[in-house]
């Protein structure tokens, strides 16, 4: 039988592709490129990691694990995780080992989301959110933030999204592309809000170890937010393990059992050896994660300072490993400037119109690459830029 377009689920027919994905055939085989595009570590995983995946397969650990993940990852979760942000976690009923941080975000929106219920979307934001949400059944409800608020998300603009058929908030901090960071004050005015209203909180926390000059609060660590939070993390960017596929929720009792549900059923459960990989990461890994983000710092101030230079109005993002600086004084959009810049300089960036609303007139540099290459990035940039 032919495969038409008929086929296809209706909520998949409409569902727009990544602009990333878009932008990044474009820069596919043109030769010289310096990426400041992906978003993910130019780190290799720690050795004692690798090597405890490699031990875990000579050792013939090749068979499933429990659901929710091996018992001994997730109590080293909870450890890591009432250590680091001051929640405390039953292993053995609060904490589901994903794959990914993006198979978590997809299981807390199937979880909880009835056809028609809202969920609060914060953009710019991770290109996944708003499509899983409508493939969830759900309808994302957008806010903006803006560049002159440091794309913090304003607590009168939270309260003006919600309607009675709001469920969630979908909150990322660290942020993915504008690297802003919501300070322990931000968060308490957003959390007020939330339980004012009865809303659960799905917090994307897989930047939080990318923390440069604050450390990170956890919105779950704030009183009376544990119980209302889903709490998502995982190893992909601070351990530099995005290839391993694995992330983690921490969620009250009745939430990780619904999510389990579907885990059981859609994955069964996240890949063996990339566990026993992340155990070992957890266990004796935290200094070469501080060792890298040392690096990232160093790369962050001094991309953002150039690009100030280079006039290219850029605040200072609190952590993530992305900056968000303005090309709107060269009065191009952020797609002409980024497809400009890589037909013209051989540098790819993203438009921030494809992070959703507030993202145009911005794009996004992602920093972790080395310094030679974001050296020689900024100068090709600056040459554009000065034209
Ligand atoms: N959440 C955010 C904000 C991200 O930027 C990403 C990856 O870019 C993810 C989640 C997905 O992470 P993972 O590799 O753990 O699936």
Redesign the pocket.
Do not use: H, V
């Given at each position: 039988m032919p495969v038409t377009k008929s086929y296809i689920a209706k909520s998949v027919e409409t569902m727009r592709p990544s602009g990333i994905r878009k932008f990044f055939d474009l820069a596919a085989g043109m030769e010289g490129v310096i990426s400041l595009g992906v978003?993910?570590p130019d780190f290799v995983t720690s050795w004692s990691a690798r090597e405890a995946a490699i031990l875990s397969l000579e050792r013939g650990h090749t068979s499933y694990t429990a659901n929710a993940g091996l018992l001994e990852l997730r109590e080293e979760i909870a450890r890591y995780v009432s250590g680091r942000f001051y929640v405390p976690y039953n292993p053995k009923e609060e904490i589901i080992v994903t794959v990914?941080?993006?198979?978590a975000?997809d299981l807390a929106l199937r979880a909880i989301l009835d056809p028609g219920d809202e969920v609060i979307v914060v953009e710019p934001c991770?290109v996944s959110y708003t499509p899983l949400v409508e493939l969830a059944g759900g309808k994302a409800v957008t806010v903006e933030t803006t560049g002159e608020q440091q794309f913090k998300l304003q607590p009168e603009a939270l309260e003006q999204a919600i309607t009675p058929k709001t469920k969630a908030l979908l909150l990322?901090s660290p942020?993915?592309p504008t690297g802003a960071q919501l300070g322990r004050e931000d968060l308490q005015a957003i959390a007020a809000i939330v339980k004012q209203h009865d809303l659960l909180v799905i917090a994307?926390e897989?930047?939080a170890e990318l923390a440069y000059d604050v450390p990170h609060t956890s919105i779950a660590s704030l009183d009376g937010m544990r119980e209302r939070t889903i709490l998502i993390n995982?190893f992909?960017?601070g351990f530099a393990m995005?290839g391993w596929?694995l992330?983690f929720i921490c969620a009250p009792g009745e939430l990780a059992e619904a999510m389990l549900k579907i885990h059981q059923y859609a994955m069964m459960c996240a890949s063996t050896p990339a566990q026993y990989a992340a155990l070992e990461a957890l266990k004796t890994g935290m200094s070469d994660v501080e060792e890298m983000k040392k690096d990232y710092r160093r790369r962050r101030n001094y991309i953002v300072q150039s690009f100030n230079e280079i006039g290219l109005e850029c605040h200072l993002p609190g952590g993530a490993f992305y900056v968000f600086p303005s090309i709107r004084n060269t009065g191009l959009t952020s797609e002409e400037f980024a497809e400009s810049l890589l037909r013209e300089e051989k540098v790819a960036v993203v438009p921030g119109s494809v992070f959703g609303k507030g993202g145009e007139g911005f794009i996004r540099c992602s920093y972790a690459s080395s310094m030679e290459q974001l050296q020689e990035a900024v100068k090709r940039i600056g040459r554009f830029a000065g034209k």
């Open positions: 978003g993910e990914g941080a993006s198979q975000i991770f990322c942020n993915n994307d897989i930047y995982g992909s960017k995005t596929r992330g």
